[in-house]
């Protein structure tokens, strides 16, 4: 039986959990995130970031608005982090939450080590 890789919904699902049963200390910041799925960042937001290799972008963190009408959203790029669970081999689960806890964390401004800190939690 072929075996297919997860989903779009099935990042969703995973990112929805995640965003569930993030540290309290980080939820705070995030009530009423939404979540969207993209399979890659587009040609403006790579440039916008001046970032040159998208398969480095494993997600945004995007507040309330800077989309039209749109709530605080954290945005994931499936095929990215697609890529570094097949570099990796770290659960997928894990590396969704990983995604989603280092985007919220980063945008208010904790550092990488007190990211890392929330990510073992």
Excluded: K
């Amino acid at each position: 039986m072929a075996q297919f890789p997860p989903s779009t919904e099935d990042f969703i699902r995973l990112a929805e959990a995640a965003l569930a049963a993030i540290p309290a200390r980080l939820a705070e910041h995030v009530r009423g995130c939404a979540i969207l799925v993209e399979d890659m960042p587009d040609e403006e937001v790579l440039r916008d970031m001046d970032i040159e290799d998208a398969w480095s972008l494993t997600g945004l963190y995007m507040p309330a608005g800077e989309i039209a009408h749109h709530p605080t959203t954290v945005l994931l790029y499936r095929l990215p982090i697609l890529l570094e669970w097949i570099e990796t081999d770290v659960d997928l689960a894990r590396l969704v939450r990983n995604v989603v806890i280092h985007e919220i964390a980063h945008h208010f401004g904790f550092t990488d080590d007190e990211i890392a800190a929330l990510e073992a939690e």
